[in-house]
Nanobody
């Protein structure tokens, strides 16, 4: 059974920074794309950033030049460095990963989310 566990959320003032981490554990042969999504009450979950196994990245326009994602394949971990945070970045942030466990297919896994609140 594969699990994704996020950490690093919290309360930060506007203009501040936070670093989220997400580590995958369990039966893992290979992790393909990893990414971060966020959701606020009453809205659909939206893409924040993704990173391929070979570190090609993709960002939502709203976070470009403020957020940066990276990964450490040796630790099965993906990171999201968030700078110049704004109140509109407040959301629950979810980690996502496409993981191959040695079976026939790879599967999409989600973490349980970590709350990020940007407020003075």
């Amino acid at each position: 059974q594969v699990q994704l566990v996020e950490s690093g959320g919290g309360l930060v003032q506007p203009g501040g920074s936070l670093r989220l981490s997400c580590t995958a554990s369990g039966t893992i042969v290979k992790i393909n794309d990893m990414g971060w999504y966020r959701q606020t009450p009453g809205r659909q979950r939206e893409l924040v950033a993704t990173i391929s196994r070979y570190e090609y990245t993709n960002y939502a326009a709203s976070v470009l030049d403020r957020f940066a994602t990276s990964r450490d394949n040796s630790k099965n971990t993906v990171y999201l460095q968030m700078n110049s945070l704004k109140p509109e970045d407040t959301a629950v942030y979810y980690c996502n990963a496409d993981i191959f466990d040695g079976g026939t297919w790879s599967y999409d896994y989600w973490g349980r989310g970590t709350q990020v609140t940007v407020s003075s």
